[in-house]
DNA sequence: TCTTGACTTAGAGTTAACTCTAAGGGGTAT
DNA sequence: ATACCCCTTAGAGTTAACTCTAAGTCAAGA
C-alpha cells in the first residue's frame, strides 16, 4: 500500500510511442488528467496514467478528436462520477457508430481502390487501350 | 462525337459534396488535372474530370493525403502513360495495404471501446464500484 | 438598365494536432 | 567539478487541408 509503480515520463513515451511533448501537450490541454509530481516536480506516471492515455490513443485512432476526449475526461473528474456516467455514455456509444459507418465506407471504398488496381494490372499486361 | 455532356463547378459541387473552393483548390494544387474552359474562362467538367474527383474522394477518405494523390494526377499525364503503369500500381497497392492494416487495427479499438461501454453500463445498473 | 448571382483570381486566415525552441534547473557518471 | 542528459516552462512555429475574402467580370431576369 503506498507504494504503487510509477514511470517516468520517457518510460511512457517510449512504452505507447508518443513524444515526450506529446504527452506533456495532452496534460496541458485535459486531454489527461494532471499528473503527480515529485519533490523536484516532476512527472511520476502511475499505471493508471497510463491507462488514461491508452484510452486516449484507443479513441485518437478511432478518429474522435481531442475537443471530446477532453469532454470525457472532464465528466470523469467531477465529484459524483456516476452523474455523468450516462453523458460518457453516449459520448462512447456515438463515436462507437460513427466507427462502424466509417468501416463500412472504408470496405466500400476498398472495393473502388482494388478495382483501379485491377484496372492498372490489366494494363500492364496488355499494353493497351485507354488509360485514366 | 464532339458534343460531350458537361456539367458548372456547382453541378459537381453538388453531386460530390465538396465546396466549389475546394474543387478549385484541388486543381490549383494539381490533386486532379486542369479543367476546360469556355470563352469566358468558365470552368466546364467532363464525366471524366467528375470521375477523377471521385477518385481523388475515394483515397482521401481512406486517408491518402492529397501529395500522393498528386503524384498518381502527375504520372497519369505523362506523354506516355504506360511508362508510369508500374509506379502508379506501386502507389495505389501501397496505399490498399495501408488501409487494411488500418482496418485491423481499427477492429482492435473498436473492441477495446465495447469493453468501454460495457463497462460504463455495468456501472449504470450497479452505481457502486471504482470508476475510471 | 439595373440587379442578382455565379464565376474568376490571388492571397490571407483558420483549425487541429502537434512540434519545436529557448532558457533554465537537478541528479548522476567520470 | 564538470559534462551530460533529462526534466521544467511559456510560447512560437509547422503542417495539411481547407476556408474565406476582396476585387472584379459576365450574363440572364425584372
Known sequence: MGDELS?????????LNLSTHTIRYYEKEGVI?????????????????IQWL??????????????????IVRLSLVTNT???????????????????EHMKSTEKNL?????????YKGNVNCKEGKIQ
Open 82 to 100: 456516476e452523474d455523468t456516467l450516462e453523458e460518457r455514455l453516449e459520448i462512447l456509444t456515438n463515436h462507437k457508430n460513427k466507427v462502424l
Open 33 to 49: 488528467p494532471k499528473v503527480k509530481r515529485n519533490d523536484n516536480g516532476v512527472r511520476e506516471y502511475t499505471t493508471t496514467d
Open 7 to 15: 514511470f517516468t515520463i520517457k518510460d511512457v513515451s517510449d512504452k
Open 111 to 119: 472495393m473502388k481502390i482494388n478495382k483501379k488496381i485491377d484496372y
Open 54 to 71: 491508452e484510452l486516449v490513443c484507443c479513441l485518437k485512432e478511432t478518429g474522435m478528436p481531442l475537443k471530446n476526449i477532453k469532454q
